[in-house]
């Protein structure tokens, strides 16, 4: 190289020359619209916090027991090697919602209230519904500024989760539909056997033999009401086992004394000294669900449970002739780390239990559609919204949540349904592909155009002046997403790295070509220190290995959009990885030697030329207290802060957090 301060020189004169290329020609490929005969229903599950190697689809055999269900359907399926999201939460929803990468929303969390995706954008809901989809949410939801951000004004038939961004697993402070549900009396639509359980009511289990009580539950579907299951005794767990199955229950657990420690259970992959629980082994037990806990509400029942039973019913009683679209983004496994109702059992830690509990209702969903007829026809979609993070895994990839390492951005993910071919069924694809695409793939798949483009063309990128709004108050960004049904399908091209994106911009200091991966720089607003390395099965204390004497330009942070438009620090070049080669990102072949051969340099430029074009081009990048604020106020409604919290205290006699812009009643703030 060339004194670093030179060669950020000719880099600024190399993106003023190639400015306008790249991402305009890129983004004006729109994706091609088809039609089928029997629109299939879309199911898309969003799994919040998982690491990459948390399940067993990609190779950790030690969470076969709490990912059972899901490495089912991805083994039936084809597992995505190169699916990526964001590096943290909301602008990875934003993304699926929109269709558009987190460079045209923004890349920050959406805070309380805030106007963080812009309400000209059409979402896939609102594209799906007006195609004849029924369409559900159930789980989690941020950035609710006016009552016009809500799901229910933006296609969805029927919504229940939370807010924020985090919360207790027992949290009474939910919403459904356009209100807020802090007890079951506020709940317009109860889950399956929801009467709430009178004062003291708990679920003792009713008979007890020498070696402890054995309850076994005929109906677990939802865990309150007095709807109770029932019970019964067993010496042995192979012969509660056994009577499970005779009587069609769905869970069994076993629970000995003391003096009865030497039990270790044998039914189906338990095994456990103490206690056991299981499945029952016999062709017409449905899926198990959770042991029910003491003294459960519905509003305030365990968030897995909760969700998953609601998107269960909504299968089970859904009319089949008509498309489905479920949007399920479980809460699970986010902190806090809190055990699902049964407690740990037999999966070792909390983490696990957590993950064991979605995986439950994963395989109650695959259950549902078979039995409603839906299956042949039905998308599957299940992918992490980043990387883990605390007790989560990502190995082999290297950083985690909140970088943009891979391990922050490379998602545990795959497609799987009656519509994958056979002969494409346990297979994998290599293709490069973000959680944006899903948006003109479910358009491509409902046969309705995946476009959404503004009345008014954004204004052209000038280098020279960075700061430049392109868009004014009249335009935005169009979908970066592209359809990736084709190619995923398509035997001479899932293996190929870029048949669907030349190259994609993951962030602000991030883009990947094919198998090669420019990073310019970590992310501001984040502490970086040991994320920065590797974690994995040969660290089984969960710690990172120690990176002293490892050394990266891209180490760095970056500076904050206040001070620099542009990604990177000056005087600092990028990295440049081969991730299929190298997923740890240890060799940074841009610092391989002293001299660069001329390819790799041109490639280093290339890519970087095309990321500051990129960049140039950011929808929102002087964010404010209200998020990115671009939504139009007639779109918005009267914001009045004061009014809107006494309004949602009036309908609940809580007072909590809610919409704060076209609340019933409400006039804007003088």
Known sequence: FQSEIMWIREMKAFVIALATAGVVAERSLTPSVGLRSSQPHLILILQDDLGHYDVAFNGNINSSNMSSHITALANDGIILKRHYTHWHCSPTRRSFISGRLPIHHHEQLSGVATDDLDLR?????????????????????????SMNHLPTRNGFHHFMGFLSGAQSYRSADRWENEHPVHNDTELLHPPPNCIAPAFGDSYIPIGVDSCGHQPLYNDTRFDCGKNRPTYTTASTSATCCASCALINCSHWTWTPPENCT???????????????????????????????????????????????????????????????????????????????????????????????????????????????????????????????????????????????????????????????????????????????????????????????????????????DPNRNIYGKDSFPAVDGRNVWTALLDPTQNQNASAVHPYLVLSK?????????????????????????????????????????????????????????LPG??????????????????????????NPNSQILETVNRLWAILNSTVLTAFCRNLTTGGCMSSPENLLGPCNTKCASDYWKTISGVAGAGPICGVPGCQAEV
């Not at 954008?121 to 029924?134: C, F, H, M, P, V």
């Not at 189906?268 to 629980?277: E, I």
């Not at 479980?330 to 830690?349: D, L």
Request: proline share 8%; glycine share 12%; net charge negative.
């Open 569 to 594: 620090i000056p005087g600092s070049r990028p990295c440049l990885f081969q991730v299929d080669t190298d997923p740890r990102e240890t060799i940074d072949v841009a610092a391989a030697g002293s």
């Open 121 to 145: 954008y059409t979402w896939i809901s609102k594209k799906l519904a007006d195609a004849g989809y029924e369409c559900h949410w159930y789980g989690k939801h941020t950035g609710y500024m």
């Open 509 to 565: 200091e991030v883009i990947v070509s094919g198998n090669t991966k420019l990073l310019v720089a970590q992310n501001f607003g984040w502490p970086h220190g040991s994320d920065n390395g590797w974690k994995g099965p040969e660290f089984p204390s969960g710690n990172f290995e120690n990176i002293t004497g490892k050394s990266y330009s891209c180490d760095q942070i970056d500076l904050p959009g206040d001070l620099s438009t």
């Open 262 to 464: 030497s039990f270790k259970g044998t039914c189906k992959r338990v095994s456990a000294v103490g206690s056991a629980s299981g499945v029952a082994y016999h062709p017409d037990v449905p899926t198990p669900a959770p042991v029910p806990p003491e003294n459960s509400s519905c509003a305030t029942s365990y968030s897995t449970d909760l969700y998953g039973k609601l998107a269960v019913e909504a299968v089970e009683q859904h009319n089949a002739s008509r498309p489905l679209f479920l949007y399920l983004p479980f809460q699970a496994v986010h902190s806090p780390y809190q055990s699902p109702p049964g407690g740990v059992g037999n999966h070792s830690t909390v983490y696990g239990a957590m993950l064991w509990d979605a995986d439950v209702y994963v395989g109650e969903i695959v259950a549902a559609t078979k039995s409603n007829g839906m299956y042949a026809n039905t998308v599957f979609v299940y992918t992490a919204d980043n990387g883990g993070t605390g007790a989560g895994v990502n190995f082999p990839l290297r950083g985690e949540k909140h970088t943009n390492w891979e391990g922050g951005m490379r998602t545990a993910a795959f497609v799987s349904g009656g519509l994958i071919p056979p002969a494409l069924r346990g297979t994998s694809s290599k293709i490069v592909m973000h959680i944006a695409d899903w948006y003109a793939t479910f358009c491509f798949l409902a046969g309705v155009d995946g476009t959404d483009n503004p009345p008014v063309s954004p204004l052209p990128v000038d280098p020279s």
